[in-house]
Nanobody, 125 residues
Framework: QVQLAESGGGSMQAGGSLTLSCAPS????????MAWFREAPGKRREVVAT????????YYADSVKARFTISRDNAENTVNLQMNSLKPEDTAIYYC??????????????????WGQGTQVTVSS
């Protein structure tokens, strides 16, 4: 089974930028939706962004539109989340997830069967 490994989390002051990376343990030719979710203390896990395996049709939660960018790096076989203009409310554990053979990419947690361990992002004011 494919495993996912996130990297790039850390601490940042408000207004700064971070880039998260998600690396699947293997390449696959299967259609796949890759997603980033986040879970803040005391809150439900919520979708941040999704992207199709071909790299197109990104989806963003309203709270991150115009600040975050999800992208697919086929050469490195990674899915990246560029986070700009970070706010304290972006503080959360960020999880990478994959759903195979689905379209369009669902923005719902239950649709994703494989998850990474998560990486902490902390934004201070």
């Amino acid at each position: 089974q494919v495993q996912l490994a996130e990297s790039g989390g850390g601490s940042m002051q408000a207004g700064g930028s971070l880039t998260l990376s998600c690396a699947p343990s293997e390449r696959t030719d299967r259609r796949a939706c890759m997603a980033w979710f986040r879970e803040a203390p005391g809150k439900r896990r919520e979708v941040v962004a999704t992207i199709y395996s071909g790299g197109g049709n990104p989806y963003y939660a309203d709270s991150v539109k115009a600040r975050f960018t999800i992208s697919r790096d086929n050469a490195e076989n990674t899915v990246n989340l560029q986070m700009n203009s970070l706010k304290p409310e972006d503080t959360a554990i960020y999880y990478c997830a994959v759903a195979f053979d689905v379209w369009p990419c669902p923005p719902h947690r239950v649709a994703y069967a494989i998850w990474g361990q998560g990486t902490q992002v902390t934004v201070s004011s």
